[in-house]
């Protein structure tokens, strides 16, 4: 038998499994928790926004000489150009969450 003086250089399994293992617990810890903040900035978006339509059609009804003649939105929508706000109450002509009112109180209808 004859034996080589080179070392050879690597990894064995068990560090690899114990590596992978470790990943692999962290993994477990992580991705639950990101998830949860994930939906929770869905949802803190969606209440800002239905905050900015409230406050559009409130100053919409306090301007004494509005740009379109005020109607109720009987009809869910998310095109705010066709319902009157946009670009002179609102910036965005489409919103995310789609939306009606009646006698200036908004309704959040859906959310994606």
């Known amino acids: 038998m004859t034996y080589s003086n080179t070392k050879q250089r690597g990894f064995t399994l068990i560090e690899l499994l114990v590596v992978i293992g470790i990943i692999a617990a962290l993994a477990a810890v992580v991705i639950p928790n990101v998830s949860r903040f994930m ?24 301007d004494p000489l509005p740009s379109a003649p005020y109607a109720d939105v009987a009809v869910a929508t998310s095109d705010m150009n066709a319902a009157g706000l946009e670009p002179d109450y609102l910036r965005q002509p489409t919103t995310n969450c789609t939306y009606t009112w009646a006698a200036g109180l908004v309704a959040q209808v859906a959310c994606p």
């Open 39 to 62: 939906g929770a900035g869905q949802t803190a978006a969606d209440q800002a926004e239905f905050t900015n339509v409230q406050t559009a059609v409130d100053a919409w009804l306090a």
